[in-house]
C-alpha cells in the first residue's frame, strides 16, 4: 500500500525507535472492536471508524496502537520484558485535522524494574522527538495518578468514597463535582422506598437476613437465573452505602485535596513538596512516595533533567487501565500535543493475559510534529 | 417556494398532529385515496404535506427535504448529532408525551441515583470479569447521558430494537435505558427508573429545519404562529 502523507522523516524515526533496543512490529488495520469499546468505554464509538463483518462481528479501523500490540504480544505468547516499536496509520474521527494520521511509538511490557522502565519511556520520547525537531524546546508534563490514590487512602476515607475519586482523576470537571458533592451537607445517599420499608422491617439490620431477602425476592420474580450481581453483591453495596449516608467529606480533607491537587511544580522540586506536604498534612504516603522517588532518580540516570519536567499532580487519565505515570510532550508555550505516554499495568490482564504484565509506553503524533517541523523550519 | 411539511403516517401521533394543524387553521386532506402518503391543506397552495413513518421524519428535518415536521424529541435528538444547531423546536404540542429513562432492576437495592450506577460501573468488570450492559435503542441519548453529564464511561450498549424490558430478566443486559409514558410496563418488569435518571421528557414537537430561506419568508412564520396559537 503506498503512504500517503508518510512525513519524510519516518524512516529515520524509524531507526531512531529501533536503536533503542525494541523489535519492530505491524498490525492489521482492520481491528476487532470489542476490545477498544471494552476498554475505554462506548463514548470512543462516536471517535472511530466502524463496520461490521459479513457474520455481524464488529470491526474497526485501527484508532490506535497499544491495545494491538498488547493483544499481539499475549496472542504470540513470546515471554517478556518485551520492547516493541511500531509506525503506522491510525484512523479517528476529529473535529480538527485528518481524520487519517501516523502515530509511532514504543511499548514496553514486563520490565519488573518500574522506576526505570518508566524514566526510559520519558526518556525515549523526549530523544526521539528531539532528533526529529533540533532546536525547538519542548515543555514536558508529568502525572502520577498512585500518588493521588495514596493521598486519598492517608485520608482514611471510606473505600467506597476512594474508588470514586480514583475513578474521576485525570477529569478535572468530574472530579470537581465530585469532592464538592461528598462534602455537601445535603443527604449523600439516596434510597428508594423498598430500602425504607425494609428498614422498618428490620431486614437490613444483618447482612444474612438482607441477603436471604435479596435471593427470596429474586426467585419470587423469576430474575435470578440471569442475575448479573448475585444478593451478596448488592446486600454488601447496600450497607456499604447506609454506612456512608451520614458521613461526608470534612472540610479538612476537602482542603487537603485541592491543595494536593493544585500541586504544579518542576519536577526535581516534588519529591520534597510531596514529603512536605505529606508531613504538613499529616500524611503518610510512605510507599508512593518512595516510587515517585526512585521515578525522579531513574529519570537522572537516563539523562533527562527532571528541573525541565514539570509535576503537576492533578494530570491523569481518567481510564482505568492507567495506573501509574502519564506524561505529554508539547512544544513550549504551546498546548499541541507532540507525545503522549503512561503505566497502564492494568490493560494486559483486561485484555486476557494470564499473569499481570507492567506495562508503559508512549506514541507520537507524526502530523503534529510535522507541521511544528515546518514551522521551525 | 411550497412548504412541506411532514406528518406523522399512520396511528394516533396522525390524528393528533392532523388535528392541531386543523385548529391551526390548515385542514390537511390527502392527496387521492386515504392511504397516501401525499397530503395538502385545504386552499392552501403554498403548503404541501408528506406522511412518513415516525422515525423518518427526523432524518427528513435534518437534511431539508421537508421544513417542518411533527415527531417526538426524543427521536430528533436521538437522530441528530447537535440537533439544537440544525432544527428548532417552534412548539411542544402536549401529547405523545414519553420520558427516556435509565431503568434498574427493583432488586438492586442499593442503586437510586447515576452516582450508584456510576460506582457498580466502576468495578463491574473486577466483580463479573465483563462491562455492564445496557440495552436500548437510544444510543447517542445514552451516551450523553452516561459520560457527558455523569462521567459514567465504562459500560457497554447492547442494541435492542423492542421489548426492551426483557433484557435484564432475560440475561442479554444489565440495565435498560427506555421510553416510558405510565411506568407500568417497567413495574410489571421489576424495573425501577434511577431517581435522577430521566434523560429527556419528550413529547410531540413541531420542529423546523433550519434553512437560511426560512429567513423572513411569511409562510414560515405563519405556519409557527398559527401552531403556538392552536395550542
Known amino acids: 500500500m503506498p503512504l500517503i502523507n508518510l512525513p519524510a522523516f519516518a524512516p529515520d524515526l524509524v531507526a531512531d525507535l529501533e536503536a533503542r533496543g525494541t523489535e519492530r512490529v505491524d498490525t492489521p488495520v482492520i481491528q476487532p472492536a470489542e476490545p477498544f469499546l471494552d476498554m475505554a468505554g462506548e463514548d470512543l464509538r462516536r471517535r472511530i471508524f466502524m463496520t461490521e463483518s459479513e457474520t455481524g462481528k464488529s470491526l474497526c479501523l485501527r484508532p490506535e496502537f497499544t491495545i494491538p500490540v498488547c493483544l499481539r504480544h499475549i496472542e504470540t505468547a513470546t515471554g517478556t520484558p518485551r520492547r516493541y516499536a511500531y509506525l503506522g496509520e491510525v484512523f479517528r474521527q476529529r473535529r480538527e485535522g485528518s481524520n487519517e494520521f501516523y502515530q509511532a511509538g514504543i511499548e514496553d511490557l514486563g520490565e519488573p524494574d518500574v522506576a526505570r522502565a518508566d524514566a526510559r519511556a520519558v526518556g525515549d520520547a523526549i530523544a526521539v522527538l528531539t532528533n526529529r525537531l533540533p532546536g525547538v524546546s519542548l515543555s514536558v508534563v508529568l502525572g502520577d495518578q498512585s500518588v493521588f490514590e495514596a493521598v486519598v487512602a492517608a485520608c482514611g476515607l471510606p473505600a467506597g468514597w476512594q474508588k470514586r475519586l480514583v475513578h474521576a482523576f485525570g477529569n478535572q470537571t468530574q472530579l470537581q463535582r465530585l469532592m464538592d458533592t461528598l462534602s455537601n451537607p445535603a443527604p449523600s445517599g439516596i434510597f428508594g ?125 481518567p ?59 | 417556494m411550497t412548504i412541506t411539511i411532514g ?116 468495578d463491574f468488570r473486577a466483580r463479573h470479569g465483563r462491562r455492564l450492559t445496557i440495552a436500548t435503542k437510544y444510543w447517542r441519548l445514552t451516551q450523553q447521558f452516561f459520560s457527558g453529564n455523569h462521567g459514567i464511561q465504562l459500560y457497554r450498549i447492547v442494541e435492542s430494537l423492542g421489548a426492551t424490558e426483557g433484557a435484564p430478566a432475560s440475561g442479554s443486559a444489565d440495565i435498560i435505558v427506555d421510553i416510558t409514558s405510565t411506568g407500568s410496563t417497567l413495574v410489571a418488569n421489576h424495573l425501577k427508573i434511577l431517581s435522577d435518571g430521566v434523560i429527556l421528557k419528550s413529547e410531540a414537537c413541531l420542529v423546523r429545519a433550519r434553512k437560511p430561506e426560512h429567513e423572513g419568508n411569511p409562510v414560515v412564520a405563519e405556519i409557527i404562529d398559527a401552531v403556538r396559537g392552536a395550542l
Open chain 1, 193 to 317: 422506598p423498598e430500602v425504607e420499608r425494609l428498614a422498618i422491617l428490620g431486614k437490613l439490620d444483618d447482612e444474612a437476613t438482607l441477603i436471604a431477602h435479596i435471593d427470596a425476592t429474586m426467585e419470587a420474580t423469576g430474575y435470578s437465573t440471569n442475575a448479573s450481581r448475585s444478593p451478596a453483591d448488592i446486600a454488601r453495596r447496600l450497607r456499604e452505602k447506609m454506612e456512608l449516608a451520614s458521613t461526608r467529606l470534612d472540610a479538612r480533607t476537602l482542603a487537603l485535596l485541592r491543595e494536593f491537587l493544585a500541586l504544579e511544580l518542576s519536577l526535581a522540586d516534588a519529591p520534597r513538596a510531596l514529603a512536605a506536604f505529606a508531613e504538613k498534612a499529616g500524611l503518610s504516603l510512605g510507599e508512593a512516595l518512595a516510587r515517585f522517588e526512585s521515578r525522579v532518580a531513574a529519570l537522572r540516570e537516563a539523562g533527562v533533567d527532571p528541573s525541565a519536567v514539570i509535576y503537576r499532580a492533578a494530570f491523569g487519565r
Open chain 2, 7 to 122: 406528518l406523522p403516517s399512520k396511528g394516533r401521533m396522525k390524528e393528533d398532529s392532523s388535528a392541531i394543524l386543523a385548529r391551526a387553521g390548515f385542514s390537511v386532506v390527502a392527496v387521492g385515496n386515504d392511504r397516501s402518503y401525499r397530503g395538502r391543506v385545504e386552499g392552501r397552495d403554498d403548503i404541501e404535506i408528506a406522511f412518513l413513518s415516525a422515525s423518518e421524519i427526523s432524518r427528513e428535518i435534518a437534511n431539508g427535504t421537508v421544513d417542518f415536521g411533527v415527531t417526538g424529541e426524543d427521536l430528533v435528538r436521538e437522530g441528530l448529532a447537535e440537533a439544537d444547531a440544525r432544527v428548532e423546536f417552534c412548539a411542544r404540542l402536549g401529547f405523545g408525551h414519553a420520558d427516556v429513562v435509565v431503568a434498574v432492576p427493583e432488586i438492586w437495592l442499593d442503586v437510586d441515583t447515576m452516582a450508584d450506577l456510576g460506582d457498580v460501573a466502576a
Open chain 1, 319 to 377: 481510564l482505568d487501565y492507567y495506573t501509574g505515570l502519564v506524561f505529554e510532550i508539547t512544544p513550549e508555550r504551546d498546548p499541541l500535543v507532540l507525545a503522549g505516554g503512561g503505566r497502564f499495568d492494568r490493560l494486559l490482564t483486561l485484555l486476557g493475559a494470564r499473569e499481570r504484565i507492567p506495562a508503559v509506553g508512549f506514541s507520537l503524533w507524526l502530523d503534529r510534529i510535522a507541521s511544528v517541523k515546518e514551522a521551525a523550519a
